[in-house]
């Protein structure tokens, strides 16, 4: 009988319970996120659940409520078919992205994941500077990163070498690997990394082969795949939300809806270990306050110069990194705007119901 264990209930989770709310509730794991509602399991079947009205006019960020992935208290009614949310254990690992557009905020993607399969096909949907962006999205949250190339079959082997020792230099430490769901090259070896207990999950552009992978795992087609576009080798966001799934090897892995626009919120850590070249030679610049842009003894400019460092991958940490620090202080206003504004409203209804009474 499947239990929490089996679920990836570790002892890093056991470890931070609130021991007033586990005495009081029931752990869960959730499984999917839709509108107004989730999918929750203990281990064997998934249930229906709502959030409780404390929790969720309690938060004051749509990054505090439970996303795919997380550890909840929940209380579990009508014969464990219909389960009420008190509250979220701490995240281990949360992956996030800043909205889309404008809007100066979180998007959560997934929690508690072991391994990010990040997946780039091998046709004109590569691009390295793309792949740094998942890389930093995923460094920043601490999560391990595997490089998956698909569609392997398009292109002869020496080019899929090419390619892949490009991706090793921007990415030493990361395990790179082709394959392809048509002729099914490496899918055993894919599977073989998928550990019993892990969570896993798939990122990458719409088309890539994601779901179409997914499907091959699983051995059957459980989920819906759109075919890509000839003419702009892009495919249609075949998945629009994100469930767990349990695999027969007790592996669980998310797949992802694909992200044309992948906006970084701040990210120092990750910027640091997926660049950690660039921040290896800003130490050896002659003036510690030094620019990079055209000072006499510039580290970076001379490892440019000597074709050490490729000025593409420099200029897109520079974008990067000047788009975190502008999101931070956006972000930061944004959040003290939201406090102010809940304070307002709970100083308003404190004093509608005094005048009530």
């Known amino acids: 009988m499947t239990d929490l264990r089996d679920i990836g209930y570790s002892d890093w989770f056991k470890s931070r319970v609130d021991d007033e709310a586990i005495s009081a509730h029931d752990v869960a794991r959730v499984v999917s996120v839709h509108k107004d509602s989730y999918t929750v399991t203990k281990g064997a079947g998934e249930v229906f659940a ?34 009420i949310i008190y509250g979220v254990f701490p995240r281990k690992t949360l992956l996030k992205r800043k909205t889309a557009g404008k809007l100066v905020d979180y998007q959560l993607i997934a929690a508690n994941i072991d391994v990010a399969f990040i997946i780039q096909s091998l046709n004109d949907n590569f691009n390295l500077r793309r792949l740094e962006r998942y890389l930093v999205m995923v460094n920043e949250s601490g999560i391990e990163p595997v490089i998956l190339l698909s569609k392997c079959d398009l292109l002869p082997n020496v080019e899929v070498d090419e390619i892949k020792n490009k991706v090793s230099g921007i990415a030493p430490q990361a395990t790179v690997m082709e394959f392809s769901n048509l002729n099914r090259n490496n899918i055993t070896s894919i599977i073989g990394l998928l550990k019993s207990g892990s969570s896993y999950c798939l990122l990458g552009s719409s088309g890539v082969g994601k779901t179409t992978l997914l499907n091959t795992i699983i051995g059957s087609d459980k989920f819906d795949t759109q075919p890509v576009s000839k003419i702009q080798s892009k495919g249609r966001h075949t998945t629009t939300s994100r469930q767990l799934v349990r695999l027969d090897n007790g592996a669980m892995i998310i797949d992802t809806p694909g992200m044309r626009e992948l906006g970084s919120m701040f990210v120092d850590e990750g910027l640091e270990e997926t660049f950690s070249e660039i921040v290896e030679l800003s130490q050896g610049c002659k003036f510690s306050n030094c620019s990079h ?58 004093g509608k119901q005094k005048y009530d009474n």
Request: hydrophobic share 30%; proline share 1%.
């Open 293 to 350: 842009t055209n000072e006499k003894g510039c580290a970076i400019l001379a490892a440019i110069g000597a074709g050490d460092l490729s000025a593409r991958r420099y200029q897109n940490y520079l974008k990067m990194k000047k788009e975190s620090e502008f999101n931070q202080m956006s972000y930061l206003e944004k959040r003290k705007k939201d406090r102010d504004f809940g304070k307002l409203v709970k100083t308003t209804l404190k």
């Open 50 to 83: 709502e959030l409780s009205g404390n929790l969720l006019y309690s938060t004051e960020s749509s990054s505090d409520l439970p996303t795919t992935g997380d550890w909840v208290y929940a209380d579990f009614y009508d014969d464990e078919t219909h389960a």
